[in-house]
């Protein structure tokens, strides 16, 4: 501790200063856009800039649909990017939307089994198409947000050559800001958090080499986004 001290004393005074023993205090925020941007939306606006956005810039193809039209309209996503083989996340809100019968009924979808053990990670690797269910969307980049969970595993969204996300209006928020409040809420409240939290905007790309912009580097080439009009 003294030579600790010393040696905060002895740099202090090169830097012609007297040696300070509390933080200094943070400026003042030039401004509340954190908290506030976008935050004046509807739930409407805000889904029609979280598509124009990943559209747009992300490249990620975006639909908005019913709740009774969604087994329809993602059996015909995945038939766009060439059918099966397809793996859907074991999440229960794809089965309460039809999803998964009618993939499994149309594709022979493998649907991803806690039980099955590395033999998920097998299917993930094979199929054309990988289908989860987000958490929450962002608007302000255009990004889903994935929890992973025993029966929605991180591979599903990773190693299948095209994905298909879908997400509910009502939870697509403002930005990031946002999400960090609600998680710690839930943390608060003690609801145990996932191992993983993913925000995925779009296909990775990138244009290290000669400057030509390749797509898909790492992870799928297509990506999609089946927005369930819930609000």
């Known amino acids: 501790m003294n030579n600790r001290t010393a040696f905060l004393d002895t740099l202090a005074r090169s830097l012609g200063r ?3 023993t509390e933080p200094v ?11 506030t941007r976008l935050t004046e939306l509807t739930a409407q606006e805000r889904c ?6 990943a559209s747009t810039a992300m490249m990620t193809h975006c639909e908005l649909t019913s ?5 329809h309209a993602a059996l015909r996503l995945c038939e766009e990017y060439g059918g099966g083989p397809a793996i859907v996340s074991g999440d229960a809100r794809l089965a309460e939307l039809g999803i998964t019968r009618r993939l499994q009924e ?6 991803w089994d806690p039980a099955l053990g590395e033999e998920n990670v097998r ?16 608007t302000e ?5 994935l929890f992973s969970a025993p029966e929605r595993g991180r591979s599903l969204s990773l190693l299948p050559t ?49 400057l030509i912009k390749v797509v898909g580097v790492h992870g799928p080439v297509n990506t999609a986004c089946l927005i369930i009009d819930d609000c």
Not at 48 to 53: P, Q, W
């Open 25 to 35: 205090p943070a400026p003042a925020p030039v401004n509340d856009y954190p908290q």
């Open 123 to 138: 299917l993930a690797e094979q199929a054309n198409v990988g289908v989860v269910f987000a958490e929450y969307g962002l």
């Open 48 to 53: 029609d800039a979280f598509i124009d956005f």
């Open 106 to 111: 149309a594709l022979g979808a493998a649907v």
């Open 67 to 71: 709740p009774a039209d969604a087994p």
């Open 162 to 210: 095209s994905c298909i996300t879908v997400l509910r209006k009502s939870t697509i928020l403002p930005r990031v800001a946002q999400l960090a409040q609600i998680l710690h809420r839930r943390a608060q409240a003690g609801e145990r958090m996932p191992s993983c939290i993913n925000i995925i905007s779009g296909p990775s790309s990138t244009a290290d080499i000669e």
């Open 141 to 145: 980049s255009g990004g889903v947000v």
């Open 18 to 20: 007297e040696p300070r």
